[in-house]
């Protein structure tokens, strides 16, 4: 005779609450698994019409769902709180979620670090930009309805969306139709650095990659120029700069 296994296990509220943490960090998971095995089988111009396709689906069936167990209020398919939440407060939210992910980026690299060493730390980061930055870019550029080759004019709209737009300084320097200059005056992770009295994180290998992506994402027809990036020497206003030209 079989013994039927229990629905939930016998769990403290505790160990409850830590079990949902990682069941929402298992979707994670499994969601970036899907992406990677469509973009590994099907390439990545499908991979990301297949998120254009999941991401709204998944959101308004995962929203019903938690908006019946916890009783509240949905409005455009959104818990109705963010609706009538203040102004100031929404933009807290946003810097809040930003931190998260900068927060979660750093954890990844000093595990890696602690257990490999930078090299290899450094080595997974500068691929991890090389995968996001794209991404980051098409998701942008379907929030902002911009078209598939939108210029320099439509970079420029993007690139005040980046996740690093709403904890970073951030500023543009026109130098006419065929170009302009991006410009990192405050950074949160050097600037932290300093505080410690720590030299710059050489991050060059990495923005090389995340900007030249994220450009190319936006319009191929951008080329990107680096001015200067850590280790690179930089004046005190801005920690790199880079040069976005039209071909």
């Known amino acids: 005779m079989k013994d039927a296994l229990p629905a939930f296990p016998d769990l403290s509220r505790k160990d409850r609450n ?74 807290e939210l946003l810097k809040s979620l930003a931190k998260n992910w900068l927060v979660m980026d750093g ?18 980061n500068d691929s991890c930009w090389g995968k996001f930055s794209p991404y980051e870019a098409h998701a942008i550029k379907k929030f902002l309805h911009l078209k598939d080759k939108p210029g320099l004019d439509g970079l420029k709209k993007a690139l005040n969306f980046r996740m690093y737009s709403f904890i970073n300084t951030q500023s543009i320097v026109d130098e006419g139709p065929k170009s302009f200059v991006f410009q990192m005056d405050g950074c949160r992770v050097q600037a932290a650095r300093k505080r410690k009295n720590l030299p710059d994180y050489p991050c060059k290998s990495a923005g090389l990659v995340e900007y030249t992506y994220f450009a190319t994402a936006i319009d191929p027809d951008i080329k990107t120029t680096c001015i200067g990036c850590p280790p690179d020497p930089h004046p005190d206003d801005w ?7 039209v071909k």
């Open 18 to 91: 830590r079990l949902m943490t990682d069941m929402v960090f298992r979707m994670i998971m499994h969601y970036g698994f899907w992406f990677a095995e469509v973009r590994h089988q099907m390439g990545m111009e499908t991979a990301l019409d297949m998120m254009d396709t999941v991401v709204p689906k998944a959101t308004a069936i995962a929203m019903n769902r938690l908006a019946d167990v916890l009783g509240f209020e949905l409005k455009n398919g959104m818990p109705a709180a963010l609706a009538y939440m203040d102004e100031d407060t929404i933009n």
């Open 107 to 124: 954890v990844w690299f000093q595990a890696v670090e602690a257990a490999h060493g930078m090299n290899d730390a450094k080595r997974c």
């Open 239 to 245: 920690f790199c700069a880079w040069r976005f030209t």
